[in-house]
C-alpha cells in the first residue's frame, strides 16, 4: 500500500520563498506528482519527478529523493494567487497493472501581504 | 496539457436516483481513472477505467455502486447508482496521454449533492 504524509497547513509571507515536504512510503514506485487545487477547482499538474533531483519550472520547482522517500515543492516569489492546496501523490509501479496516483491529504498555504 | 470535458459540472440528485457522468478527452489517452473528492478531502480512486473491458475498482468500491464504461480512447462514463447523501462529493475523471510524458491530468469535475 502507499502512505504520504504532508503538513496540513502553512503559512507565507508575499514575495517569500515556501518549501512544502512530502514523505512517502509505498510498495511500487512509477513518480511523484504535485499539484495545486484553488478551492472549488479541480487540481492543475504541477511538476512530475521520477528520477532523483530538482526539476525546475519558473517560480516552481520539486525535488525527489527516492532512497529517502521525500520529495518537496518549492514556491519562489510568493503572489497572493499562490494561496491554494497543493497535493503530493505518487504513482504505483504498475507491477500488476494499476499505474494510478494515491494522494496525500494536502497542504493548504495561506500567502498574506 | 490535456483538454477534458465533464457534464454535468453540477448536480443536485434526490436520495435513491443515480447520475451518470461523462467525461471527454480531446484526443487518445492510454489510461482514465475517476476520483472522488469528499468535502475538505483529498482524491480518492474509485477505478481505473479500461477501454472495451471491465472497469478495475479500488477496495471499497463496487461496480454495481459506480458502474463504468470506456467504449474508445477518448470517452468514459461513471455512474453513481442509488444515491444517498454521503455520496455528495466532487468526481474527477483524470487521464494519462497516448504516447506523451506520463503527466497525468484532470477534468473539471462534477460537483454532485444529494438531498
Known amino acids: 500500500g502507499q502512505n504520504i504524509d504532508q503538513p496540513t497547513e502553512m503559512t507565507a509571507t508575499e514575495g517569500a520563498i515556501v518549501q512544502i515536504n512530502c514523505t512517502y512510503q509505498t510498495s511500487g514506485f512509477n513518480g511523484l506528482f504535485w499539484y495545486q487545487q484553488h478551492a472549488g477547482e479541480a487540481p492543475t499538474f504541477l511538476s512530475y519527478?521520477?528520477?532523483?533531483g530538482l526539476e525546475e519550472k519558473g517560480r516552481f520547482s520539486s525535488f525527489l529523493s527516492r532512497s529517502k522517500g521525500y520529495s518537496y515543492l518549492l514556491l519562489k516569489e510568493l503572489q497572493m494567487k499562490d494561496s491554494a492546496s497543493y497535493l503530493c501523490?505518487?504513482?504505483?509501479?504498475?507491477?500488476?497493472?494499476?499505474?494510478?496516483?494515491?494522494f496525500g491529504s494536502g497542504t493548504r498555504l495561506q500567502v498574506q501581504p | 496539457s490535456a483538454v477534458i470535458s465533464q457534464k454535468p459540472s453540477r448536480d443536485i440528485c434526490q436520495r435513491g436516483t443515480s447520475l451518470t457522468i461523462q467525461c471527454q478527452v480531446d484526443s487518445q489517452v492510454t489510461m482514465m481513472f475517476w476520483y472522488r473528492q469528499q468535502p475538505g478531502q483529498s482524491l480518492t480512486l474509485i477505478a481505473t477505467?479500461?477501454?472495451?473491458?471491465?472497469?478495475?475498482?479500488e477496495s471499497g468500491f463496487v461496480i454495481d455502486k459506480f458502474p463504468i464504461s470506456r467504449p474508445n480512447l477518448t470517452f468514459s462514463t461513471l455512474t453513481v447508482s442509488n444515491m444517498s447523501p454521503e455520496d455528495s462529493s466532487i468526481y474527477l475523471c483524470s487521464v494519462v496521454y497516448r504516447g506523451g510524458p506520463y503527466e497525468q491530468y484532470f477534468g473539471p469535475g462534477t460537483r454532485l449533492t444529494v438531498t
Open positions: 477505467a479500461n477501454q472495451g473491458s471491465e472497469a478495475t475498482y
Open positions: 519527478n521520477v528520477l532523483d
Open positions: 501523490a505518487v504513482r504505483d509501479s504498475g507491477d500488476t497493472g494499476r499505474r494510478a496516483l494515491t
